[in-house]
């Protein structure tokens, strides 16, 4: 009985500790959903009218963020949804979506570490701050599709 108690009062501990040093960011990322579409379908898809033979897009974007105190300062603490698609009009072109997946995400993981690592002394600069990175979350994902597009390209 008394170990019983011990290792529930240890376990309590431990969750908490382990809540306080959470990482300040997440992606929460699907696996990939691949397609095998003709060409006409993949502009579509795609949301380009250039000829193309295939894309990756993530859809069901979404940044939601909050603020917590951290290190005597405020701080956002950001998880990001995303679901890639893969769309191609041939197999053997998944591979080089694949890398503009990587390089997205590779992005997104840049951009918020440096958001997370950002100090704030209010908790209100904090959450304007945070508000303003959830609502432009969109745009920056297609800024990160098109620096993708220019450096493999």
Aim: glycine share 4%.
């Amino acid at each position: 009985m008394r170990h019983t108690g011990y290792a529930l009062a240890l376990a309590a501990a431990l969750t908490v500790a382990s809540s306080v040093h959470a990482d300040p960011f997440s992606i929460a990322q699907e696996n990939p959903r691949v397609y095998l579409v003709g060409r006409d379908d993949l502009r579509i898809r795609c949301r380009t009218d250039k000829d193309i033979a295939g894309c990756a897009e993530f859809l069901g974007e979404a940044l939601r963020c909050h603020c917590e105190r951290r290190d005597a300062a405020w701080r956002i603490a950001a998880t990001a949804r995303l679901i890639p698609y893969v769309y191609v009009t041939s197999m053997q072109l998944v591979a080089h979506e694949q890398l503009h997946l990587e390089d997205i995400r590779s992005q997104l993981q840049t951009f918020l570490g440096d958001l997370t690592a950002k100090s704030f002394t209010t908790e209100t600069a904090c959450k304007a701050d945070a508000d303003f990175e959830a609502a432009v979350f969109g745009l920056r994902m297609n800024l990160f599709r098109s620096d993708s597009n220019e450096r493999l390209h």
